[in-house]
T-cell receptor, first 113, second 115 residues
């Protein structure tokens, strides 16, 4: 089954404790992206990757890191999480064209205390 | 300026009736894609339907159709024969060819289907 898999689905942690949210897709998509969704602010792009070893900042990259060492994986790293990073996070993937839909993972609810 | 505007924060529809969710967009790019996503209360984002800027026919996917009016820059979603399971948030989104593939989302419309 074609899918984007995020882990964990839920996480409660404390300020400053490094964490990684994994994202994997099995559709051989070149493009992968991370979004965060917050009430009143909608969905905003954090980072994206056009292909292996190619990553770039989205609209809200501060406090996050990513890597794309393999085509299928695109982890999101919070080196020193803070409460303002409490949010619902989505990983998405697609073929590179603007005419292709992005397929989303089920989301990760992060709470930083 | 807002690139995607959804003017209806919330809507109600009677079960089995049709409903139209509005979406207008703003772009100077000639090549772009328009998408609708559904987000149920469980939180996942489900892709519903797509319309390319060069497509002359309106897209349809089952009970979903997209009323694409390029000159007016509108891409309204029409859901026919509403079902209780259609109750969710609906997001209109756009990808522009020259913008690195980013999806730009509207603020969403919360649809409630009444029995």
């Amino acid at each position: 089954e074609a899918q984007v898999t995020q882990n964990p689905r839920y996480l409660i942690t404390v300020t400053g404790k490094k964490l990684t949210v994994t994202c994997s897709q099995n559709m051989n998509h070149e493009y992968m992206s991370w979004y965060r969704q917050d009430p009143g602010l909608g969905l905003r792009q954090i980072y994206y990757s056009m292909n292996v070893e190619v990553t770039d900042k989205g609209d809200v990259p501060e406090g996050y890191k990513v890597s794309r060492k393999e085509k299928r994986n695109f982890p999101l790293i919070l080196e020193s999480p803070s409460p303002n990073q409490t949010s619902l996070y989505f990983c998405a993937s697609s073929l590179s064209s603007a005419f292709q839909p992005q397929h989303f993972g089920d989301g990760t609810r992060l709470s930083i205390l | 300026a807002q690139k995607i505007t959804q003017t209806q924060p919330g809507m109600f529809v009677q079960e089995k009736e049709a409903v139209t969710l509005d979406c207008t967009y703003d772009t100077s790019d000639q090549s772009y894609g328009l998408f609708w996503y559904k987000q149920p209360s469980s939180g996942e984002m489900i892709f519903l339907i797509y319309q390319g800027s060069y497509d002359e026919q309106n897209a349809t996917e089952g009970r979903y159709s997209l009323n694409f009016q390029k000159a007016r820059k509108s891409a309204n979603l029409v859901i026919s024969a509403s079902q209780l399971g259609d109750s969710a948030m609906y997001f209109c989104a756009m990808r522009e060819y020259n913008q690195g593939g980013k999806l730009i989302f509207g603020q969403g419309t919360e649809l409630s289907v009444k029995p």
